[in-house]
């Protein structure tokens, strides 16, 4: 099983989870990241790093988040691999818990 990112890493996409991944299974696109299923190896190091609270173990995605699977699938083929923290948007804290972001995933 993998972890999945889901809709609240939407214009937050804070990557503290991305300095404590032991495999560089994070990518980064434009204001989201995705977490590639190929590389997790499931030790939950992320989980508890995201102030987002937007991952979750694959088994156990919220209500309506089951397609974040795979999204995260799709995007992990197209996007380069994060391996640093870098700065959050500015307006992240604005948009934590802001609910149906998807509209506003870029993804280029």
Do not use: S
Request: net charge negative; charged share 25%.
């Amino acid at each position: 099983m993998a972890f999945v990112v889901t809709e609240n890493c939407i214009k937050c996409k804070y990557t503290d989870c991305v300095a404590v991944c032991p495999v560089d299974a994070f990518h980064e696109g434009p204001n989201f990241l995705a977490i590639n299923p190929e590389i997790c190896i499931d030790c939950d190091l992320c989980t508890p790093e995201c102030p987002a609270d937007a991952i979750f173990q694959e088994d156990d995605l919220p209500e309506g988040m089951q397609h974040y699977r795979q999204l995260n699938i799709d995007l992990a083929t197209i996007w380069p691999v994060i391996t640093e923290v870098i700065p959050a948007p500015k307006d992240a804290d604005e948009w934590d818990g802001v609910v149906d972001k998807e509209q506003y995933l870029l993804l280029e």
